[in-house]
């Protein structure tokens, strides 16, 4: 069977409760578009445990006959974000005990991922610096280092974390190059200061864009198959 679990929000401003008007409360659940306090909701007893540690929260959630999510509303997002649980405190203290138990071998697992991740990122670097190089073999060496290490940063959706990017698509290496040669190279960025439209900004400084890019390319030439790019 599948458990709906209470939903508690923490209030952006100052609220009492429509039953026993206490207030203001720190957290509160709607019902029936009334605001409730934890208590007259049955839920005063549980404690919070805030978001962050996955095997904390995920032990003690699992313990606790009844948890509830906190949320709270992000204005500039417009969407309500998790803050953490509300578990039992009986629950959260098997949990720490649990976790502390095992933290040593967590740590090392943690600790081997990291490792394999960095592996796996120095890798898609190296192999967008050598395309990088290989589309643009006049290009500096500490520039296509510095293009490469930006365009695959991990968790950033630029060109080397994309699909695209990974295959050594032209067009997408090509963007990445062009992109720092637009804020490196151009004043491109001083005339987003200066209040100029960003489209108009970027048929400015396309000119220079090209220049660099010509003089980048001198003596590069396609070794790639059919289809590639």
């Known amino acids: 069977m599948d458990l709906v679990a209470p939903v508690v929000v923490e209030p952006l401003r100052r609220r009492r409760c429509s039953e026993c008007l206490q207030g203001p409360l720190e957290r509160m659940v709607v019902e029936y578009n009334a605001l409730i306090c934890l208590d007259c909701a049955d839920l005063g007893h549980l404690v919070f445990l805030r978001r962050g540690d996955t095997a904390l929260t995920r032990r003690a959630r699992e313990g606790s006959t009844l948890w509830a999510v906190v949320v709270r509303h992000n204005k500039r997002r417009t969407r309500y974000e998790r803050q953490g649980l509300l578990v039992e405190e009986a629950a959260l203290a098997r949990a720490e005990a649990a976790c502390l138990a095992d933290a040593e071998a967590r740590a090392r697992r943690r600790a081997r991922d990291a490792a394999r991740r960095a592996t796996v990122d120095t890798e898609i670097t190296a192999t967008l610096r050598a395309e990088i190089l290989r589309l643009f073999p006049s290009c500096p060496a500490d520039r296509a280092e510095e293009i ?75 070794t790639r198959g059919p289809g590639r790019g």
């Open 148 to 222: 490469s290490e930006h365009a695959s940063a991990k968790g950033s959706g630029r060109v080397g974390r994309t699909a695209a990017g990974r295959s050594l698509d032209r067009g997408a290496v090509t963007a990445a190059v062009r992109a720092s040669v637009r804020h490196v190279d151009t004043p491109y960025d001083s005339l987003l200061m200066q209040g100029v439209p960003r489209h108009q900004a970027r048929t400015r400084v396309a000119p220079a864009i090209e220049t660099v890019l010509r003089a980048w390319r001198h003596g590069a030439e396609d």
